[in-house]
């Protein structure tokens, strides 16, 4: 007599053959031949068929014997059938570790059925996907039934308008199945794709204490999730994925029907439209359910023709094959080339493109559509046969792999023994007569779909040799160990800092609402940065200075386009980002500014004075004075764009420090005089030109004095500008238009326009921070005085500080013969004769007061030195050259020529004021602190060092200190 497994191929019947005796001690038991389709021979087939069987017969018989009783394994299994399992298992269950221990129990007995009749090839594919969707849903709702039951004894029952009644009436949770539970397709060992919804706001009733009824909804579906997905000693049911939902994650685990319609209505993203095409309410109340989807119905179906479908299905295949390829996934029936889900993609791009016309085809079973795409003629009869033969394999072939161990897993077996099992499920004589039929299949549907739905990778030749890994890392597509790694292999130095800072860029609100257009600009563009970026020496750091950039241009992606339609462009970004977080900032604030980094040559070069008035009077001439606003935008921008220029130039060394003063001094005076003109021919327009006493309408009279920083030719990148405004007119003359007001008028309404001018700030930002504290009388003064009024205060009641101030002031803008009156005071004033000693004092008395307010306090001048304001730094330097100048240029007036630091230090070493080595010394050092503070304002730090930094120059700073203000 032979041996049941005798027929079984000889690995398969070697494995039955250990097997057997373990499993079946005392023999077959009779109750498991009571089934007349049932004898020795068949469960030898079944226990070589799938190892999951044969444990479950050895483990659990007495389930197996339960299964039995309650319907032959050779019926079908029907949804009826399994709503009366459900039902029967949950009858008795008192308390949630029950239901956990109850659904858990029915899991394996329902499994063991569709399992056994699928491989044992006694269902066919039809019965096999409804059964197991059928499963999930008694599950969801059986466990749903309970739970909710026990939160209303808990919290009270949630009320709100019933969805189609519209009147106040209990509320339920919708839970939506998506993917395959959606379309009734579900695999035999699967994980099911939810998003829970109710139908509106209101709150508990009849409980202890009542709750928001979203608090109690998303409370609810934690449970139900726990109920179905957690893994206890009787193992689980489902794996539950609640990532599909509106914002992922990071988003509410359930919405009311309102919340979710605003979303899809207002935030959906073609990757959504493809997810609901199969989406359907699985639990809860179905009629609250089918207004729920009815509502969604518009955000997934399109009324016209919509071709956009192909774009997004494109972009979601090519990441799905970089996945493939990354791991090696050739062998995976469901994701690889000529898999299930490219018969998925064909089938679902017609329904997204026609399925707003063609009603036939909203519906969720792929094998259904296929025949509605035959009928309508979309599809020719034998693509369509080809691409339903291939799924029907391919997904039978998938529960021959998943059934062998109940195991969710698409990939071919490598071990022969696996190989034998699979070959024998799908009827085959030897797995290279399986394999060679599967490959046929996979064949035709890769043809199929190259034809429909053609992948843009051969079209984006730019990224062609952009490493696969890039896209992996920003798409997050594989785990953040491997990112990791990845980032640190490629040099980025703080590799779990960047993934935080890409993350939070992905999951964002802005890229979450994208258009599909910026979205797949982003999704091109960031790869190539994220590669850009190892050019540099700090990636990490860099990569968070840019993303400063790519979060402005979200809603801008026109600048993403440039940037990698321009690799030179991307080069001089990632450098000069790398180098100074200032600029960074400055691009970040002004994406126009990229423009600039279109030419290198130019980038470099910044334009002399000369050549700044003349690209600023070509750039204006588009623009009418009375187009304030346009103009205030187009200063800004022509002020940040040339600043960046002169950054970038010092920060290649081409610009040394005295040079990139200029530069940016030079960029300040070409704009106040254009704001200057601005200003002023708006008060004409309004008011007439100012009255003169020689009747001349030529020049405006008015002058812009420049102090401080700008005064001295010594601007940084983030200076402010000190200002005093004066006029040369007669005060007692009034203006000659149809509205006149008097001269004294016009010039503080003109000087008033050009601090809102200069100050405002505007989409582009500000123009420059004004300070007029330095006119005569400070903050209590007149705005604008006339030169007259300017010189008696200076002669008669300005403080020695104010003098001082004066030493480092000239004209920086406006009329010609207002800017040399006002030198020629400047002059007279700086010249009279002064008492050295009462000068002395009064100065040290000034530069205590001010180290005492602005220095580093002396409990921490051990630590930190500022550059400016602390003993031995730069404000004592300039302290000394004022008081050298205001002693005396009495004795030698040509000190009075400069108003810049350096230029006073030559001087007074020329007139032997200073002993020469002094001077050259000073000026050494002076340069030397100034470009320190240069620096560090392109790394947006600011004056303070360390404490030990600096100590000889400040060693003698402190001792010409002494020799010149210590008598």
Not at 594 to 607: F, R
Not at 910 to 931: C, F, N, Q, T
Request: proline fraction near 4%.
């Amino acid at each position: 007599m032979s041996e049941p497994w005798s027929c079984l191929p000889l690995p398969l019947a070697d494995d039955v053959a250990a097997g057997w005796a373990p499993v079946f001690p005392e023999g077959v038991p009779g109750w498991l031949l009571e089934d007349a389709s049932i004898s020795a021979e068949i469960i030898a087939q079944a226990m070589a068929r799938s190892p999951f069987l044969r444990q479950t017969l050895e483990r659990q018989p007495e389930q197996v014997r339960t299964l039995l009783e309650s319907r032959l394994l050779s019926e079908p299994t029907t949804p009826e059938y399994l709503q009366s399992r459900c039902t029967e298992y949950l009858v008795d269950v008192s308390d949630e570790p029950g239901l956990h221990a109850a659904l858990r129990r029915f899991r394996r007995e329902a499994q063991f059925r569709i399992i056994w009749r699928d491989l044992m090839r006694w269902a066919d594919l039809h019965e096999t996907i409804a059964a197991t969707s059928a499963f999930a849903e008694v599950c969801i709702q059986g466990a749903l039934d309970w739970l909710h039951e026990s939160a209303c004894e808990q919290f009270g029952t949630p009320w709100g308008k019933d969805p189609v009644s519209g009147a106040e009436a209990p509320q339920s949770l919708i839970v939506i199945g998506m993917g395959k539970l959606g379309g009734c397709e579900l695999n035999v060992s699967s994980d099911i794709d939810l998003i829970f919804a109710f139908p509106g706001k209101g709150e508990t009733r009849g409980g202890s204490r009542s709750l928001d009824n979203q608090q109690f909804f998303i409370r609810l579906g934690q449970r139900l999730i726990q109920a179905l997905d957690q893994i206890t000693a009787d193992g689980f049911v489902f794996r539950v994925d609640m990532r599909l939902r509106p914002y992922g994650q990071s988003g509410a685990l359930a919405l009311s029907f309102a919340a979710l319609e605003t979303y899809y209505q207002d935030q959906g993203r073609d990757w959504e439209r493809y997810a609901m095409v199969k989406s359907r309410v699985v639990a809860g109340d179905p009629k609250a359910g089918q207004v729920l989807m009815e509502s969604l119905r518009p955000f997934v179906y399109r009324r016209y023709i919509d071709f956009s479908a192909f774009e997004s299905l494109r972009s979601m295949k090519a990441m799905i094959s970089r996945e493939v390829r990354r791991q090696g996934l050739e062998n995976n029936i469901k994701l690889g080339s000529g898999g299930i889900r490219e018969i998925e993609f064909v089938v679902q791009a017609f329904q997204l493109i026609r399925g707003g016309r063609d009603r036939e085809l909203q519906q969720r079973e792929l094998l259904i559509i296929l025949k509605e795409l035959e009928a309508l003629e979309l599809l020719p009869s034998q693509v369509v046969k080809e691409l339903r033969d291939a799924y029907v394999f391919l997904r039978n072939l998938e529960h021959a792999l998943q059934g062998m161990e109940d195991k969710q897993t698409q990939l071919l077996p490598e071990d022969k023994l696996s190989q034998a099992r699979v070959a024998l499920i799908m009827g085959f004589d030897d797995w290279s007569s399986c394999l060679q039929v599967l490959m046929q299949h996979r064949e035709k549907v890769a043809t199929h779909f190259a034809n429909i739905i053609a992948t843009e990778e051969d079209e984006e030749g730019a990224q062609t040799s952009l490493d696969e890994g890039w896209f992996e890392l920003w798409l997050a597509e594989v785990d953040e160990d491997s990112d990791t790694q990845w980032l640190e292999k490629n040099g980025y130095e703080d590799p779990s800092g960047s993934l935080g800072l890409l993350s939070s860029l992905r999951d964002s609100r802005t890229v979450q609402t994208m258009q599909t257009q910026g979205r797949k600009r982003l999704n091109q563009f960031m790869p190539v940065l994220l590669e850009a970026l190892t050019e540099v020496d700090n990636p990490s750091e860099t990569l968070s200075r840019v993303l400063q950039l790519v979060e402005a241009i979200l809603r801008r992606t026109a600048y993403m386009v440039l940037l990698l339609e321009n690799p030179g462009a991307r080069t001089q970004l990632v450098k000069l980002c790398s180098e100074s977080p200032w600029i960074a900032r400055q691009l970040a604030e002004t994406p126009l500014l990229l423009d600039e980094l279109l030419n290198a040559e130019s980038l470099y070069s910044p334009p002399a004075r000369e050549e700044l008035q003349d690209d600023l009077r070509q750039q204006m001439l588009r623009i009418s004075y009375d187009d304030l606003e346009n103009q205030m935008e187009s200063l800004r921008h022509f002020k940040k764009a040339h600043s960046l220029r002169v950054a970038a130039s010092e920060l290649k060394g081409t610009l040394p420090l005295m040079k990139v003063s200029d530069y940016l001094t030079w960029i300040a005076e070409v704009v106040l005089d254009h704001v200057v003109d601005v200003a002023f021919a708006n008060l004409v327009a309004r008011h007439g030109h100012p009255g003169r006493n020689d009747d001349a309408t030529s020049e405006t009279d008015f002058a812009v004095i420049g102090y401080g920083k700008l005064g001295g030719i010594e601007l940084g990148y983030t200076s402010d500008l000190d200002l005093v405004f004066v006029h040369n007119a007669d005060p007692d003359l009034a203006t000659d238009g149809d509205k006149p007001i008097d001269n004294a008028v016009f010039y503080t309404r003109l000087g008033q326009r050009i601090v809102h001018i200069l100050n405002a700030q505007t989409p582009s930002g500000q123009l420059y921070d004004v300070d007029m504290r330095l006119r005569p009388s400070g903050n209590s003064g007149l705005l604008v005085s006339t030169l007259q009024a300017f010189e008696k205060y200076q002669r008669n009641d300005a403080w020695t500080w104010e003098h001082q101030a004066l030493a480092r002031a000239r004209g920086v803008a406006g009329c010609r013969e207002t800017v040399a009156a006002f030198e020629s005071v400047r002059h007279n004033i700086l010249c009279q004769s002064r008492g050295k000693d009462k000068l002395r004092q009064e100065v040290v008395e000034m530069r205590e007061k001010m180290r005492a307010n602005l220095g580093t306090p002396e409990s921490r001048r051990e630590e930190l030195f500022h550059i400016k304001h602390d003993a031995g730094g730069i404000v004592d330097m300039e302290f000394m050259v004022q008081y050298l100048m205001l002693a005396w240029s009495e004795d030698h007036p040509e000190l009075t020529q400069w108003s810049d630091n350096i230029r006073q230090m030559e001087e007074l070493g020329r007139a032997g004021v200073l002993p020469v080595e002094d001077a050259e010394k000073l000026r050494e050092v002076y340069i030397a602190l100034r470009s320190s503070i240069h620096r560090r304002a392109l790394q947006n730090l600011n004056s303070q060092v360390a404490g030990d930094a600096f100590t000889e120059e400040r060693r003698y700073i402190q001792s010409v200190w002494k020799k010149i203000m210590v008598v």
